[in-house]
């Protein structure tokens, strides 16, 4: 915000696009109809809610663009060319020190005439008029990874299939009828559950945008179902589902949060028939176990080293 707060660019009154806003601090000195773009659901929602224009991914012309960095750089970068791409005016970059952001600085002032930065805290802003960058866009794109599934940088584990995802696969075997797959990724889990026979249908359930349409393609089946949702939040469905499998996330920020992988067996409690199975692959360190016992009446942990336990519950308790 400082950029405007200290007059030194002016903001236009309309046509301004953010990219990757976390919150709304700050949001208010933008015009009413600036857009929005973020794609991870639970911040979109509640970006919604308090009344702004926001969309997963937009495509449209803009006057000056603010772009938040993201913890990848690949991504950031292709953000930041896209934005320049769509704007007329100014393209702000803003980001932490962690986030990478002196790095990105280092390599558009190889590029473009820097304007102005300005440091605070353990951040910075800086800004460029809008020129033609590099092809970063291609290379923030989806593209085949080494394993042979459609990613994008930025999703979790794009490079390589995750180790805790595959710990799940000798325990798939027998899994039928309804099911649901929390934390769906790009697909990878769900494409095993879909090569089971006996599997009617999955939903998957995804909060990143972008992870869920290469979901779409990864693991694109007449079976499959395609929910962007955040887990957390999601309704009681009103026929229950015979099974359950989930890899669930452990951090949004950089430190590891229990209560989000807590909140997902609280869902998948909710979502099974009494003799429905939930399997659940997690970090060994983290503490699940009090939350096993909370919503199912009986777990196990069928496999676990130092890395990873896998856990099998039935039975959820009313
Ligand atoms: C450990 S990964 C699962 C990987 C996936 N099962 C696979 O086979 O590659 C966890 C996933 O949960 C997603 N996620 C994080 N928070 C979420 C939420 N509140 N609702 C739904 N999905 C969420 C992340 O974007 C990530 O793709």
Not at 91 to 115: F, M, P, Q, Y
Not at 167 to 182: C, F, S
Not at 186 to 197: I, R, T
Not at 214 to 225: E, G, L, Q, W, Y
Request: net charge neutral; glycine share 6%; hydrophobic share 45%.
């Amino acid at each position: 915000m400082l950029p405007f707060e200290q007059g030194l660019i002016d903001m236009p009154s309309e046509n301004v696009l953010v990219m990757r806003p976390i919150d709304s601090f700050g949001l208010h000195i933008f015009p009413a109809s600036t857009v929005l773009e973020q794609g991870f659901k639970p911040i979109n929602k509640a970006l919604m809610q308090s009344g702004f224009n926001v969309e997963p991914r937009v495509e449209a012309q803009f006057e000056l663009a603010l772009v938040h960095l993201t913890r990848s750089k690949v991504e950031s970068l292709g953000n930041i060319a896209r934005a320049a791409r769509m704007t007329d005016g100014f393209v702000l970059v803003n980001g932490a020190k962690t986030d990478g952001i002196e790095s990105v600085l280092k390599r558009l002032k190889k590029i473009v005439a820097v304007e102005a930065v300005i440091s605070k805290s353990h951040g910075k802003v800086f800004w460029f008029k809008a020129v033609t960058l590099p092809d970063w866009e291609d290379a923030a794109a989806m593209a085949e990874n080494p394993a042979g599934f459609l990613t994008a940088a930025g999703m979790f584990s794009s490079e390589k299939i995750d180790q805790g995802s595959a710990r799940l696969l000798p325990y798939l075997d027998g899994l039928k009828g309804k099911g649901a797959d929390l934390g769906a990724g790009w697909g990878w889990l769900s494409k095993q559950v879909l090569a089971l026979p006996d599997v009617a249908k999955l939903e998957l359930y995804e909060a990143d945008f972008k992870a869920l349409e290469a979901a779409k393609i990864n693991a694109a089946d007449p079976r499959a179902v395609f929910h962007w949702a955040d887990v957390t939040a999601l309704p009681k469905p009103e026929k229950p589902f015979d099974f359950v499998v989930s890899n669930p996330p452990f951090h949004q920020s950089r430190k590891a949060e229990p209560e989000l992988g807590k909140a997902f067996i609280k869902t998948a409690a909710s979502l099974i028939k009494p003799k429905g199975r939930f399997l659940m692959v997690a970090n060994r360190q983290l503490p699940y176990e009090a939350t096993m016992e909370q919503y199912f009446k009986r777990w196990t942990v069928l496999e676990q080293d130092g890395q990873f336990k896998v856990f099998e519950a039935t039975h959820p308790r009313k």
